[in-house]
């Protein structure tokens, strides 16, 4: 019997740290259709100690080394959010796809720029709001693309909890660190409103965009109290539809994340996890057609894999692309600066236009 070897596509992960260590490392090593051929880290203590666990082809403390580097195929950008559009950027002049964690930028202008380069190069940029590859909601954004006709109206939340970190310590693996490790100049955690909304309102926006389209204006409040931060927001979509974004950090309760859609011949709704526990999404698909609830089982949980096996199969195979794009990773920073200057104007917002940083 012949078998015929897998193309696989050769990554390079920038940055050790606690998302690779806990995500991207173990993704590239499960993925059908990837390989973990490099990691790169400032920290040489770090950078040994993760590559003696993950045997990655080459190390490098040198990112540009690791772009000159011919048989390295496309890089995972995993580091300080103020760093992303840089080392995106480089990558791309080097002629490697880039899957970049969310958010794409900081600032509109950064994310115009990179859009821009991506576009005229005609390599793939995917942001890694790796939400689109949870089977429950890519189900649930068929659903509505093919059976729900308009969409009325949608509410979706996002809200962490106060004792995530008992949950994330149980299930991570022990996360290694150094003195050694490049951080962004001052503190950007300081700033908890900006923080938060690069961070967290990331995944409710582009699961809000991914689900219902392009969102043309918010109005939104916040009320900070006992430490903790909550965010309403009034969205309008280009459709005409209307939506309610709820960001809260945090509650004292269980995570809390899920959607509504109601829609012209349907509805959906759906609960999602806490996302280390890698479970798909809860979602119940209703047609107005038959009477019937649909729920898919979405069995494989592992969004991180399956995003990077969908960013290679766009590469190797020209399949779309399922995940965030740059166009995608632009439009939910503007929406994200837009929501906070909503926030400073107590006024409904146009997303279209907005220049500026979070």
Aim: glycine share 8%; with cysteine.
């Amino acid at each position: 019997m012949s078998y015929v070897a897998v193309p696989k596509l050769r990554i390079g992960v920038l940055g050790a740290g606690a998302i690779s260590q806990a995500a991207h490392l173990e993704a590239c090593r499960k993925s059908r259709n990837a390989t973990l051929y490099a990691i790169c880290d400032a920290a040489e203590d770090l950078l040994q100690a993760v590559a003696a666990e993950h045997q990655p082809c080459a190390t490098f403390t040198d990112y540009d080394q690791m772009l000159d580097d011919s048989s390295l195929d496309a890089v995972i950008v995993a580091i300080a959010d103020q760093f992303h559009v840089a080392m995106a950027s480089k990558a791309i002049a080097a002629g490697k796809h880039v899957l970049v964690e969310k958010p794409m930028g900081v600032n509109v202008e950064e994310c115009e720029a990179l859009a821009a380069q991506v576009a005229a190069s005609g390599l793939t940029l995917q942001v890694g709001t790796m939400r689109r590859f949870d089977e429950g909601i890519a189900y649930a954004h068929e659903f509505i693309a093919q059976e729900i006709g308009e969409v009325l109206s949608m509410r979706a939340w996002y809200c962490d909890s106060t004792h995530r970190y008992a949950i994330t310590d149980a299930l991570q693996p022990l996360i290694r660190t150094s003195g050694g490790a490049v951080r962004p100049p001052g503190d950007p955690k300081a700033n908890r409103r900006s923080y938060y909304l690069l961070g967290h309102a990331s995944h409710l926006v582009d699961t809000a965009r991914f689900l219902c389209g392009d969102i043309v204006s918010v109005r939104a409040q916040l009320v900070e109290k006992f430490g903790a931060f909550s965010w309403f927001i009034s969205t309008r979509f280009v459709d005409g539809s209307i939506g309610h974004l709820d960001l809260t950090m945090s509650v004292r309760m269980d995570w809390f994340e899920g959607f509504h859609v109601y829609g012209e011949r349907g509805s959906v709704v759906a609960r999602s996890f806490q996302p280390w526990y890698l479970r798909t999404s809860e979602v119940e698909c209703f047609s107005e057609s038959d009477g019937l609830y649909r729920r898919p089982l979405g069995a494989d949980g592992h969004f991180w894999r399956l995003q990077v096996e969908g960013f290679a199969d766009t590469i190797l195979n020209g399949a779309p692309q399922r995940g965030a794009d740059a166009h995608d990773g632009l439009a939910a920073v503007r929406t994200l600066v837009a929501i906070q200057r909503s926030l400073d104007s107590g006024e409904e917002v146009e997303v279209a236009g907005i220049v500026g940083a979070v």
